[in-house]
């Protein structure tokens, strides 16, 4: 049997309220990710968000409210991946991408307006 894996690189609070840095979510991913490899996962599927959550509060009806941080941190997919093939011997590292327009569109054309 063979299972993928699902990483989204989060700035978001950890358990004592504290946000991490950019250098801490990295590490925390490489290391999720090496270890995953040592665990024989196929596939590492990185999220990569097309949207704030900071800054899609400032709309009159926002989609995540009350979240905090931002979610599926991974800009620069190609250096992400390079550096994950570096550290790891066989997984494989795929990009996922939400676009919140897009997605409105097509599944909740009646919540949100098409631009």
């Known amino acids: 049997m063979e299972y ?3 990483f989204s690189i989060a700035q978001t609070p950890d358990e ?15 290391q999720q990710v090496e270890l995953a490899d040592q665990l024989g996962f196929g596939v590492a599927w990185i999220a990569q968000a097309h949207l704030s959550t900071a800054t899609q509060k400032l709309n009159r009806r926002p989609v995540v409210p009350h979240w905090q941080g931002e979610v599926g941190l991974c800009t620069d997919f190609p250096q992400l ?3 994950t093939f570096r550290n ?4 494989e590292a ?9 997605a409105a569109r097509l599944q909740w054309p009646s919540v949100l307006p098409t631009p």
Do not use: H, K
Request: proline share 6%; hydrophobic share 40%.
């Open 4 to 6: 993928d894996i699902f």
């Open 16 to 30: 004592s309220g504290e946000i991490p840095s950019e250098q801490v979510m990295l590490n925390n991913y490489f």
């Open 81 to 83: 991946a390079l550096e």
């Open 88 to 91: 790891t011997s066989q997984i």
């Open 94 to 102: 795929v990009r996922c991408s939400a676009s919140l327009p897009a």
